[in-house]
């Protein structure tokens, strides 16, 4: 039971070129998140998927896009990476969306390195 | 949006001290988590609470929903205990993560 994992674990890139992280849960969850974290910084949401085929916009979408592959793969893409999107990317996991009363503890994968140059 | 404010940002303490971390929150949540995120940059779930308190060895939480604040207990302090401690709360549909409180444990 591997939880949350995440690839690749670092990558540089230059401006304008384009990437998807991976993310990918064992934990049989209905939602997944990926979240930011910039220096010194707690982590901020991009994007999330309550549940197979939907995504929402979190706090800072621009420049992202994401595709809920199936149940347990949720990845990230930049399309025209820009320096300012150097950062640790986090992707969670948890059993459902927000529901006031249900548990719903969020799960965290190792994080992944980009630089962009 | 919901304000999480954690404190205090830095925190240095000697092995074997117990400490306090605070987590002010600015509406009423759903749930809060504690999390440590270690020299590695690996997060690991301390607490899910919403409410209440909970312990687990030398750590323990405490959370009073209707007084908008949580509070991270640490006990005899352990060099492995350094790292950086987020308080992140769940409310208006988005987990929100306060500023952190940087703790250094000295041998």
Redesign the interface.
């Known amino acids: 039971n591997a939880g949350v994992t995440q690839t690749p674990k670092f990558q540089v890139l230059k401006t304008g070129q384009s990437m998807t992280l991976q993310c990918a849960q064992d934990m049989n969850h209905n939602s997944m998140?990926w979240y930011r974290q910039d220096p010194?910084?707690?982590?901020?949401?991009i994007y999330y998927s309550a549940s197979e085929g939907t995504t929402d916009k979190?706090?800072v979408p621009n420049g992202y896009n994401v595709s809920r592959l199936n149940k347990r793969e949720f990845s990230l893409r930049l399309e025209s990476a820009a320096p300012s999107q150097t950062s640790?990317y986090?992707c969670a996991s948890s059993e459902d969306?927000?529901?006031?009363?249900i548990?719903?503890?969020?799960?965290?994968g190792?994080?992944t390195?980009l630089t962009v140059l | 949006g919901i304000q999480v404010e954690q404190s205090p940002p830095d925190l240095i303490l000697q092995e074997g001290a117990n400490s306090t971390l605070r987590c002010n929150f600015s509406d009423s949540v759903n749930n809060l988590q504690w999390f440590h995120q270690n020299p590695w940059g690996q997060l690991i779930n301390l607490f899910y609470i919403p409410s209440g308190t909970k312990q687990n060895g030398r750590l323990s939480a405490t959370t009073v929903a209707t007084e908008r604040y949580s509070l991270l207990y640490i006990s005899s302090s352990q060099t492995t205990d350094s790292g950086v401690y987020f308080c992140a709360v769940e409310g208006s549909n988005m987990l929100t993560f306060g500023g952190g409180t940087r703790l250094m444990v000295k041998p």
């Open positions: 998140y010194g910084m707690g982590l901020r949401l979190g706090e640790v986090f969306i927000w529901i006031a009363g548990y719903n503890e969020q799960f965290f190792p994080g390195r």
